[in-house]
Nanobody
């Protein structure tokens, strides 16, 4: 029922920036935590950022701290991943994962299809 759509990926040179968007729609449940993952061929899926609904601090993968900023707009049900000072090792498919629930209880989790980010000169 829910739809999660990532956008904003593309090709960028090292040192450049991109901003990914994660738009959630199609569900009447409350969105709780949002997470950004990234996946490269032959590698484990890494948690890039974990964004609580409110209150708690966002947690980042160590290798992106200081370069990436994850945020969310709860009014528009959209999350963002601002990526600065991009490095070739940031090349990956970036996936958005959204928790849904009611009354403070997580009931379901949905994934987007992913957005390709390629960092290359």
């Amino acid at each position: 029922q829910a739809q999660i759509v990532e956008s904003g990926g593309g090709l960028v040179q090292p040192g450049g920036s991109l901003r990914l968007s994660c738009a959630a729609s199609g569900s009447l449940f409350t969105i709780y935590d949002i997470r950004w993952f990234r996946q490269t061929p032959g590698k484990e899926r890494d948690l890039v950022a974990h964004i609580p609904r409110t209150g708690a601090s966002t947690i980042y993968l160590n290798s992106v701290k200081g370069r990436f900023t994850a945020s969310r707009d709860n009014v528009n049900n959209t999350a963002y991943l601002q990526m600065n000072s991009l490095k070739p090792e940031d090349t990956a498919v970036y996936l958005c994962n959204v928790d849904y629930g009611r009354s403070g209880r997580v009931l379901d989790s949905w994934w987007g299809r992913g957005a390709q980010v390629t960092v290359s000169s």
